[in-house]
C-alpha cells in the first residue's frame, strides 16, 4: 500500500511547507518561552552557586538580598564568624543601577565583595581579578564592556580588569563586581551638594559645634559620610557542619535572619520567578490553542478541497481506517514539518535574546509530544467530515 | 444462459418519506451474462443513475432482489455486510468525469485497487502497467492526472476500473465529454475488455453515437425497464 497522505502532501508540498514555516514559527516561538523560563531557573541557580555561600546573613524579616532589600551593620560578619561551624563570613552588597558607555545606558547588577572571600566572582573568561582595593571592576560579558575599557560608576571612573560569563541577576541584569569599598560607597554615600548641605547644618548646631571640645565637628562630619552598611554576609559552613544548624544559630543569637542555599533558591525559583513562570504557561496554553486552530483549520479545508476524492475513495472500496489515516497523518505531517522548522528557528534565534534561553533536550520531546496531540485533536474535525462523505455523491446525477 | 452476471427482479427505490417520497425505481428486471455490453437508455430524471447505484450497492433498494454472480445481494435488505469489500471486488465504476485523484500518478491511481485488495505494490503497479498499456495510456504512466487530456483521463479511470478484474462494470455515461471518435474508442476498449475478461458492462447513457453500437439496450422509462435489441454495429 501506497502512503496517501505522503502523496497528498507531495502533491500539496508548497502549501504545507507555507503553513509548516507558520506552524514553525509559533512553535520556535512556544519552545522560546519555555527555554527562557527555564533560563531564569538557572540564572538564578547559577547566581546562587557562584556566590560561593552556604547561608546568606540578612536583615530581619526580609527576603533578602535578592528578593527584598536588606541592610546590615558591616560588622555584623564579626559576630557571625564567632558562630560554631562558620568557616567564613564576608560582607556583599548589591545595587541594582544604570552604567553609562559611550552612548547607551547598560543596567546592571553592581555586586560590593571583599577579594578572596565568598562573592568574588569564581572565574573569569578574559583579564585578571581586581587586584586593587579601589577603582578596579570585573564585568559579566553581557555588560559588553571590553577589557581596559572605563567605566563611570556614580562619582568615580572605574576599569574594566576582567570578564566573567552567566553572572546575571534574578532578573537577567549582567553583574559588575568591585571591591566592597567602593560599591558601599556607590549605594550609600550621598552626593557632594547633599555633603556640604549637611556639614552646613552639622556646623552650624552649637551643641555639636562647641568650641571646648576640639575635633567633635570632624568626628561627627566623618561618621556621617562613611558608610557602614552591607546587604548581606555571605557564610562558607566548615565541613562537618550543618548549613541548617548554622543557620539556626544566627537567626537565634544573631538577630538576623538567615537562608541556607535550599532555602535561597525556594525564594528564587519559587517567589520571585514564579510569577513569570505562571505567565510563560498561559502563554504556552494560548500558543497551543491557536497551533492547534491553524492545524485544524488548514487541515479542515484541505479535507473540504478533496471531497470529490474521498468519495471515489470510498467508492472503490477505500475503509474507513485508511481515510481516517490519511487524514491523520497529514495533520502530524504538518505538526512534524512545524516542530523541526520551530527547534530550528529556535535553536537559532535563541543567542539573540537579551535573556538566557536554556532550550532543555526534555523541553524538545515535551513541545514534540504537545504537537502530536494537538495535531491529533486537530485533525478530529476533518476526519469526522471526510467519514461522512456519501460515496453516492461521486457517480452523481 | 450460464451464471448470469448480474440479476435483478423487481427491484425498487423510493427517496424521501410520505407524500414528498419519489419512487424513482418501480420494479426493474434485468439479466446481463459475463462478458455482456448492454446499454441502458432513457429521459434524464427516469433513473438510470439511481439504478446504477443500487447495482453498485452505493444505495439502499428499497425491495426487490438482486444477485451478482450468482451470489445474492439484496433480497428486502442487504445480505452482505461489507459493502465496500464488496464494491473493491466485484464492480469498477467509470464515471462520466475521470474523477482521478490528483495527487496520485497515472499508474498509483490504477494500482491503488488492486492494492487495497491485499496486493503487494511491485504486483499492483504491474498490473495497473499491464491494463494502461492495452489502453494505449502506457507511455503516460508516470504522468499526473492534470497533465493527460480528457480522453487519456478517461482511459486511465476504465483501467481503474478493471483492474480488479471485477465481474460487473457500472459506467454512467462514459462518453459524454469526449467527441465523436473518442467515444467510439472507449466503447471498442470497452467491448474487448468485455470479451477477454468476460466482463458484464452496463453503460448509461443518452449519447447518439454510441447507441448503434449495443447489441442489447435496456429502455428505462418510469421507473421501469423494458428491453431492446440493438444494432450491435461494429466499433
Ligand atoms: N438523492 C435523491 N433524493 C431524492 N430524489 C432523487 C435523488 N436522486 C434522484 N432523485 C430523483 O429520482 C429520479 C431519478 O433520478 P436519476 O436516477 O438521477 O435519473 P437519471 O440519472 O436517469 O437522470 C428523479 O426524479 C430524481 O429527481
Ligand atoms: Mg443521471
Known amino acids: 500500500m501506497i502512503s496517501l497522505a505522503g502523496r497528498d502532501i507531495l502533491h500539496h508540498w508548497a502549501k504545507y511547507v507555507f503553513t509548516g514555516v507558520g506552524l514553525g514559527l509559533l512553535i520556535g516561538v512556544t519552545l522560546s518561552m519555555a527555554g527562557i523560563y527555564r533560563g531564569m531557573v538557572d540564572d538564578a541557580q547559577v547566581l546562587l552557586r557562584s556566590s560561593g555561600a552556604d547561608i546568606w546573613a540578612v536583615q530581619q524579616e526580609t527576603l533578602g538580598p535578592y528578593a527584598e532589600p536588606s541592610n546590615l551593620r558591616d560588622d555584623a560578619y564579626r559576630a557571625i564568624l564567632g558562630i560554631p561551624g562558620v568557616a567564613e563570613a564576608s560582607n556583599v552588597t548589591y545595587l541594582t543601577m544604570q552604567i553609562r558607555q559611550g552612548e547607551r545606558d547598560v543596567r546592571v547588577m553592581a555586586v560590593g565583595f571583599e577579594p578572596g572571600r565568598p562573592g568574588e566572582p569564581p572565574f573569569l573568561v578574559a583579564g585578571r581579578r581586581i587586584a586593587r582595593s579601589h577603582y578596579e571592576v570585573v564585568a559579566d560579558v553581557r555588560t559588553g564592556f571590553r577589557l581596559g575599557e572605563r567605566v563611570r560608576i556614580r562619582r568615580h571612573e572605574y576599569e574594566v580588569v576582567g570578564l566573567t560569563r552567566r553572572m546575571v541577576s534574578s532578573s537577567g541584569d549582567p553583574m559588575v563586581f568591585l571591591p566592597l569599598k567602593d560599591a558601599q560607597e556607590a549605594q550609600f554615600l550621598k552626593d557632594n551638594d547633599a555633603i556640604v548641605n549637611e556639614r552646613a547644618r552639622t556646623a552650624s548646631n552649637p551643641a555639636l559645634n562647641r568650641p571646648g571640645v576640639p575635633g567633635l565637628l570632624d568626628a561627627i562630619l566623618a561618621s556621617q559620610t562613611a558608610s557602614r552598611s552591607v546587604n548581606a554576609v555571605l557564610v562558607r559552613v566548615a565541613s562537618g557542619h550543618e548549613a541548617e544548624q548554622v543557620a539556626e544559630n544566627i537567626r537565634r543569637w544573631k538577630h538576623l535572619e538567615a537562608y541556607t542555599r535550599a532555602q535561597m533558591e525556594e525564594i528564587l525559583v519559587a517567589k520571585l520567578i514564579e510569577t513569570s513562570a505562571r505567565q510563560i504557561a498561559t502563554f504556552l496554553v494560548i500558543l497551543a490553542i491557536v497551533s492547534a486552530a491553524i492545524v485544524s483549520f488548514i487541515i479542515y479545508t484541505m479535507t473540504l478541497g478533496k471531497l470529490r476524492e474521498l468519495a471515489v475513495l470510498k467508492l472503490i472500496g477505500t475503509p474507513n481506517r485508511t481515510i481516517a489515516a490519511m487524514i491523520l497523518q497529514q495533520s502530524l505531517g504538518l505538526g512534524l514539518i512545524g516542530f523541526v522548522i520551530g527547534k530550528t528557528v529556535a535553536t537559532l534565534w535563541a543567542p539573540y535574546f537579551p535573556k538566557y534561553v536554556l532550550l532543555l533536550p526534555g523541553d524538545a520531546v515535551r513541545g514534540l509530544a504537545a504537537t502530536i496531540v494537538v495535531c491529533a485533536i486537530a485533525s478530529l474535525l476533518a476526519i469526522r467530515v471526510a467519514l461522512k462523505v456519501d460515496p453516492a455523491t461521486a457517480i452523481g446525477g | ?235
Not at chain 2, 490528483?102 to 504491474?126: C, I
Open chain 2, 1 to 235: 444462459m450460464d451464471v448470469p452476471a448480474i440479476e435483478v427482479r423487481g427491484l425498487s427505490k423510493r427517496y424521501g418519506e410520505g407524500e414528498a417520497g419519489v419512487d424513482a425505481l418501480k420494479g426493474v428486471d434485468m439479466r446481463i451474462a459475463p462478458g455482456e455490453v448492454v446499454g441502458l437508455i432513457g429521459p434524464s430524471g427516469s433513473g438510470k443513475s439511481t439504478l446504477l447505484k443500487c447495482l453498485g450497492a452505493v444505495i439502499e433498494p428499497t425491495g426487490g432482489y438482486m444477485a451478482l454472480g450468482g451470489r445474492t445481494v439484496f433480497d428486502g435488505g442487504w445480505k452482505i455486510r461489507d459493502l465496500r469489500s464488496l464494491r473493491r471486488d466485484n464492480i469498477g465504476f467509470v464515471f462520466q468525469a475521470p474523477y482521478l485523484i490528483p495527487f496520485l500518478d497515472v499508474t498509483d491511481n490504477v494500482a491503488l485497487l488492486p492494492m487495497l485488495a491485499g496486493k503487494s505494490n511491485r504486483e499492483a503497479r504491474r498490473q495497473a502497467a499491464e491494463l494502461l498499456e492495452a489502453l494505449d495510456v502506457g507511455h503516460r504512466a508516470k504522468a499526473a492526472p492534470s497533465e493527460l487530456s480528457g480522453g487519456e483521463q478517461q482511459r486511465v479511470a476504465i483501467a481503474r476500473a478493471l483492474v480488479n478484474r471485477p465481474p460487473v462494470v457500472l459506467a454512467d455515461e462514459p462518453t459524454a465529454p469526449l467527441d465523436s471518435e473518442r467515444a467510439l474508442n472507449v466503447m471498442r476498449i470497452l467491448n474487448r475488455m468485455a470479451e477477454q475478461y468476460r466482463t458484464a458492462i452496463i453503460v448509461v447513457t443518452h449519447d447518439e453515437k454510441i447507441i448503434p453500437t449495443f447489441r442489447r439496450l435496456y429502455r428505462i422509462r418510469d421507473g421501469r425497464t423494458f428491453e431492446e435489441a440493438g444494432e450491435g454495429r461494429a466499433t
